[in-house]
């Protein structure tokens, strides 16, 4: 089997693609078709244990961030601060983290990240400890490094995914997230007990945050010693063979791009990209601005903290539980017909928990289809940006995505609660669909493009004679000019132009047509 360790393991080994920046990491070869199985499966293995952990580590510190936050400012109202910090925290990393991972590879990027959560945790156990309330803020922002690598962990396994399993393999690392979720909350007493009792003066509601540490350094230590080879330098490596192996020369093309004003530009010149990128912040700033303010709603109705918990499960589950089914749906189906069905179930479920009023049970079915509205959503649109825009952009793009959805949602949160104290809980959820309105639209063009390309392929196709229909769902071909191929490479833009104006080659497979 061909070697497949990177620069770390095989400093001696010239490395296939060479960059024209001298700090570029140098890959090594890249693998042969059993030697990239394997590797597939092991970068997904790690990347599921990692995101376990990670999901942990996050949900265990923030069961309890807010009644911290409450003690330690001796403020009700100073309590949500805690959590806008790490969210504030998760988008403001998430661009540097990016630029990292671009220019040196996934693993020091998601274990740097790691490392930055568990120097916050620890920094909030010490503001806990001085009962400083900015030093605990500080450390709160810093925790959200620990989420920031989560997201980023999905974008991971797309990189050497096949582009017709693509959406699959970034749910699986999705759903891996329901685990830690579900159990981090049910620590978080326990281990706060556990710190109090060792007598350090470490206050019961900030022991969560130290196991937190404790995980987050575990996720960050078996990301940087088993992620070998990288599989975003390993992909660039394979989409640099395969270009050189098609232009017939003898050295492979330089890769450039990589920059995060290179990523913007990628997305601007992308309509595919624009949707993925307004689709992924979009549903991610619907869900959180109906989430936070649901309890609030349901409290006005006479629901106790016992229903509420149970509503919010239901949704979680719908968040994570069901995204394989979802990853399934869009590598069969094609992007843009998941990102449609996530349109559907976001406005029916802001439909039914606006109207439920003291119903109950129509508030958590509102909910839970809230949660697989954004899982649609996340996981076509995550698949579609990797397939839009060309392999080297693709770590600053992903970076800019995080940035941009944690952003909107940071934003659509803090006005849900003006909303619903001027307006109401109806007219949050009215206001929340209809910011669904430009994803609509955007789908909506996207699938005329594709129409329209289908019918010229189709007209082509005839006046050659070759009595071949080649736009049918699952054609043979399984690549085309400027779209993706088996190694998942990409010329990114170009798949645009091939919407737009007469292709050179055939119609893509159904999975890769949103």
Same mark, same amino acid.
């Given at each position: 089997m061909t070697d497949t360790r990177d620069s770390a393991d095989a400093p001696d080994r010239k490395p296939a693609a060479t960059d024209s920046a001298a700090t570029e990491p140098r890959a090594a070869a890249p693998p042969g078709p059993e030697g990239l199985a394997a590797l597939r499966r092991r970068v997904h293995a790690v990347l599921v244990v990692s995101q376990i952990l990670g999901g942990l580590g996050v949900a265990t510190g923030i069961a309890l961030a807010a009644v911290l936050a409450e003690d330690i400012s001796g403020s009700e109202g100073l309590a949500g601060l805690a959590s806008t910090s790490s969210v504030v925290g998760t988008a403001v990393l998430s661009l540097p983290l990016a630029a990292l991972m671009a220019a040196k590879g996934r693993r020091p990027g998601l274990a740097l990240a790691y490392l930055i959560a568990a120097v916050g945790g620890a920094t909030v156990v010490v503001g806990a400890m001085l009962e400083n309330f900015p030093v605990l803020l500080a450390g709160m922002a810093a925790f959200g490094a620990g989420s920031s690598a989560n997201l980023q962990a999905r974008f991971a396994a797309a990189d050497l995914a096949e582009p017709d399993r693509r959406a699959r393999a970034i749910s699986t690392v999705v759903w891996a997230t329901t685990i830690g979720a579900v159990l981090g909350p049910n620590i978080a007493a326990p281990a706060g007990?556990?710190?109090?009792?060792?007598?350090?003066?470490?206050?019961?509601?900030?022991?969560?945050?130290?196991?937190?540490?404790?995980?987050?350094?575990?996720?960050?230590?078996?990301?940087?010693?088993?992620? &070998?080879?990288?599989?975003?330098?390993?992909?660039?490596?394979?989409?640099?063979?395969?270009?050189?192996? %098609?232009?017939?020369?003898?050295?492979?093309?330089?890769?450039?791009?990589?920059?995060?004003?290179?990523?913007?530009?990628?997305?601007?010149?992308?309509?595919?990209?624009?949707?993925?990128?307004?689709?992924?912040?979009?549903?991610?700033?619907?869900?959180?601005?109906?989430?936070?303010?649901?309890p609030v709603a349901l409290s006005h109705h006479g629901a106790d903290i016992d229903?509420?918990?149970?509503?919010?499960? /239901?949704?979680?589950?719908?968040?994570?539980?069901?995204?394989?089914?979802?990853?399934?749906?869009?590598?069969?189906?094609?992007?843009?017909?998941?990102?449609?069905?996530?349109?559907?179930?976001?406005?029916?479920?802001?439909?039914?928990?606006?109207?439920?009023?003291?119903?109950?049970?129509?508030?958590?079915?509102?909910?839970?289809?809230?949660?697989?509205?954004?899982?649609?959503?996340?996981?076509? /649109?995550?698949?579609?940006?990797?397939?839009?825009?060309?392999?080297?952009?693709?770590?600053?793009?992903?970076?800019?995505?995080?940035?941009?959805?944690?952003?909107?949602?940071?934003?659509?949160?803090?006005?849900?609660?003006?909303?619903? %104290?001027?307006?109401?809980?109806?007219?949050?959820?009215?206001?929340?669909?209809?910011?669904?309105?430009?994803?609509?639209?955007?789908?909506?063009?996207?699938?005329?493009?594709?129409?329209?390309?289908?019918?010229?392929?189709?007209?082509?196709?005839?006046?050659?004679?070759?009595?071949?229909? &080649?736009?049918?769902?699952?054609?043979?071909?399984?690549?085309?000019?400027?779209g993706p191929d088996r190694t998942g490479s990409e010329a990114g833009p170009a798949a645009d132009a091939a919407a737009l104006a007469p292709p050179a080659a055939e119609s893509p497979p159904p999975s890769q047509r949103g």
């Open positions: 007990r556990s710190v109090s009792a060792l007598g350090l003066g470490i206050p019961a509601t900030a022991g969560p945050f130290l196991w937190g540490t404790g995980i987050f350094l575990i996720a960050g230590a078996l990301v940087q010693l088993l992620l &070998r080879p990288d599989p975003l330098l390993t992909a660039r490596a394979l989409a640099a063979r395969e270009a050189e192996e %098609s232009a017939g020369t003898g050295k492979p093309p330089a890769e450039d791009g990589r920059s995060l004003r290179a990523g913007m530009a990628a997305v601007a010149a992308s309509p595919r990209a624009r949707l993925a990128l307004v689709t992924i912040a979009g549903a991610h700033t619907v869900m959180v601005s109906i989430m936070v303010m649901t229903l509420i918990g149970l509503v919010i499960s /239901g949704h979680i589950a719908g968040m994570y539980a069901l995204s394989p089914v979802m990853g399934w749906l869009a590598d069969r189906l094609g992007r843009l017909s998941v990102i449609g069905l996530a349109i559907g179930l976001l406005v029916c479920a802001a439909a039914l928990a606006g109207t439920a009023g003291a119903d109950h049970s129509r508030s958590a079915a509102g909910l839970a289809l809230l949660g697989l509205g954004w899982s649609a959503a996340l996981v076509a /649109g995550s698949a579609l940006l990797t397939d839009s825009v060309p392999q080297p952009a693709r770590a600053a793009v992903q970076g800019l995505s995080d940035l941009t959805m944690n952003a909107a949602a940071g934003a659509g949160g803090a006005l849900a609660g003006v909303i619903v %104290s001027q307006a109401g809980y109806g007219w949050l959820t009215a206001v929340s669909a209809a910011l669904l309105l430009p994803v609509a639209a955007l789908a909506f063009a996207g699938t005329l493009r594709r129409a329209a390309a289908r019918t010229r392929e189709g007209a082509r196709d005839r006046t050659r004679g070759n009595g071949t229909d &080649r736009t049918r769902e699952g054609g043979p071909d399984r690549t085309r000019e400027g």
